[in-house]
């Protein structure tokens, strides 16, 4: 690769947020043809150099080039024009919008024009997926179609505009490991037309079997950088936290005659799962998994009440408690940590110590139903520490924090509530390694205080790591249980496909 001249090259990039150093003097090189990794915990600076590649950002000092011409400062249509393209995980697509439009549109805007042909806007996409190789319904609404489906419609927009860098962020997160081995095979394809490939990914797994180089920012400096080959999934989650990272389980049995803090009978909701039936007791994580469609996210969503369950009961500690509603899920004492944190768990304008507070404010009312401001303020930095939250003070806005910080501001909103069981939907999802251990450190935590947790996750290697038992859940019913030393990632991996 080093006789091929570079795609795109950055030299000594350095990027200064109000005195703190995003960037400290990055370099690296992506080549045509290549997949290039770039690794690192959140915060670690991946989303700043993201950025200033794309033109979102202007760096402090250091340079651009491209196939060989030096960028000035550019801007996102800049960039898009001069071949740079970017996959962001939410995909930022029209939902209301049909396929071949999405594909279509970012061409027909920079390109300037002022009105679009359906004609010449059909004959884009149709090239597209033809030379691709892909089943897409290019006239369904891009809501109605799956995360696979969007994420290639997202990959054929970037080409259309003909994109000779692409930046995927993220972009296995809702995948099945089907659909990812799909993926896959299209972004061979991209290599094979000399696309260069930034993957930004926190699956080292997959890392490993897709990329040909490897590029690791800690602090925001490079801390390791070589072929693909030369690296081991233990030896990158070394490089991105600064030290060896374990992957043996970290929990011991429990004992087997303790009540059920929380018992599920014969839940179920017409086209969605039928007869739920497990529990939970003190003191013990559960993990549920799944193929993505499989029910599980629907599972906890009715036992939280944002979809309610047709049939069966829940009971928490005893009392079989009626949940048609969140707020009866929190009255009962419930928790749930949702999957997108971004739109159903966090206020991003409101500050850190607002979100946190959020769901309970009634505890901290004194006399005349007035706020106690001063119990809310110390109670608020505690959590702040206990949680190790990476941000100046408590009063930051959300919205400034990586997806490890603001995961755990969702985590210490229910911790402040003090439930009684807690659910987490994917709470390690687009969350750097490093984040992923300390996060379930804070849950064994609360597990060992008695609380009961509900982890529901496709991440295996977390599930084998932490959970007490797990439960295989298959066409919207329970398949398989597992527990103790039988919970292993082929085990695992072998139930959820059979």
Not at 62 to 80: F, R
Request: include cysteine.
């Amino acid at each position: 690769m080093s006789s091929v001249e570079p795609a795109l090259e950055v030299r000594d990039i350095v990027k200064i947020y109000g005195g703190v150093r995003a960037l400290g003097g990055v370099s690296l090189t992506l080549d045509p043809g290549e997949v290039h990794c770039l690794a690192g915990e959140n915060g670690s600076g991946k989303s700043t150099l993201i950025k200033i590649i794309s033109g979102v950002e202007r760096p402090d000092s250091g340079v651009m080039v491209l196939d060989g011409q030096t960028l000035g400062h550019t801007t996102p249509s800049g960039a898009i024009r001069a071949g740079i393209q970017v996959i962001y995980q939410d995909f930022s697509l029209f939902p209301n919008l049909t396929a071949a439009e999405n594909i279509a549109m970012l061409s027909e805007l920079t390109a300037r024009r002022k009105l679009s042909s359906r004609r010449r806007i059909r004959a884009a996409a149709e090239s597209i997926v033809a030379e691709l190789g892909l089943n897409i319904d290019l006239d369904a609404d891009v809501e109605h179609l799956s995360v696979a489906d969007r994420q290639l419609i997202a990959i054929c927009r970037a080409l259309v505009g003909d994109a000779r860098v692409l930046i995927m962020d993220e972009p296995t997160t809702a995948l099945t490991h089907s659909e990812v081995q799909r993926l896959f095979a299209i972004v061979r394809r991209l290599q094979e037309r000399g696309v260069a490939i930034m993957f930004v990914s926190h699956k080292l797994d997959e890392v490993l079997q897709i990329a040909q180089r490897v590029t690791v920012l800690r602090n925001g400096q490079v801390v390791a950088s070589g072929l693909a080959s030369e690296y081991t999934g233990r030896s990158i989650a070394k490089a991105m936290t600064g030290r060896d990272v374990g992957e043996e389980r970290l929990v011991d049995d429990l004992p087997l005659d303790q009540p059920p803090l929380m018992a599920v009978d014969g839940l179920g909701r017409e086209g969605a799962f039928e007869d739920v039936s497990f529990a939970v007791q003190s003191g013990e994580i559960l993990g549920i998994t799944g193929l993505l469609g499989s029910g599980r996210g629907e599972i906890a969503e009715a036992i939280f009440g944002v979809e309610p369950a047709d049939t069966g009961t829940v009971a928490v500690n005893g009392e079989t408690r009626r949940i048609r509603s969140i707020s009866h899920a929190v009255r009962a004492g419930i928790g749930y940590v949702p999957e997108d944190r971004l739109t159903q768990g966090l206020f991003l304008d409101k500050s850190i110590a607002d979100n946190m507070v959020a769901a309970s404010l009634d505890s901290y009312r004194g006399k005349m139903l007035l706020l106690d401001r001063k119990r809310i303020a110390r109670s608020m930095r505690d959590l702040f520490a206990r949680l190790r939250i990476k941000a100046p003070n408590v009063q930051a806005p959300v919205r400034s924090l990586s997806g490890g910080n603001a995961q755990r501001v969702v985590i210490a909103k229910w911790l402040d509530r003090k439930p009684a069981v807690l659910m987490l939907n994917g709470p390690t999802v687009g969350v750097d390694i490093g984040s992923k251990e300390e996060i379930f450190s804070i849950l064994r935590a609360q597990a060992a205080e008695g609380m009961g947790i509900i982890v529901i996750s496709d991440d295996i290697p977390e599930l084998v790591a932490s959970c007490h038992r797990v439960l295989i859940v298959r066409s919207g019913r329970i398949v398989s249980e597992m527990a103790g030393a039988d919970i292993t990632l082929d085990a695992i991996q072998e139930r959820m496909t059979a």
